[in-house]
């Protein structure tokens, strides 16, 4: 059951839940609309970006949920064009694997890094 907007109501008609849901349906709002949109800038025709890769966390977006319920996964497989530009990637999340165009896939910017043999995700 997905939970009601609380963005008009006025913070004192608010029971001490419903604050803390506006709060955090406030934080993901913003969060959304400035830090997802700046991870999904084309610089198409200025720079060449680079490729997904195997094995980078993506956030999965779907057009019938709102931000807060896309899905986390990571890159299992990618599918090139026939220029070698990665066009769409095949994604392993906690539930299933999905295959998505790139322009449906947020890379978030994990970085990772080999110490003694071992790969670690910071």
Known sequence: MPEPDLSS????RLSTW???TKVRQDFWARWSLEY????QVRRKWIKNGE??????IVLIKEKNLPY???ALGRV???HPGEDGIV????????MEILKRAVKCLCPLPIER???NDKTRIV
């Open 9 to 12: 109501v006025p913070a004192n």
């Open 18 to 20: 419903q604050h803390i």
């Open 36 to 39: 997802l949109n700046e991870l």
């Open 51 to 56: 490729n997904i890769n195997l094995g980078i």
């Open 68 to 70: 807060m319920q896309w």
């Open 76 to 78: 299992v497989e990618i």
């Open 87 to 94: 066009r769409a990637a095949t994604a392993k999340t906690a």
């Open 113 to 115: 890094y080999v110490q």
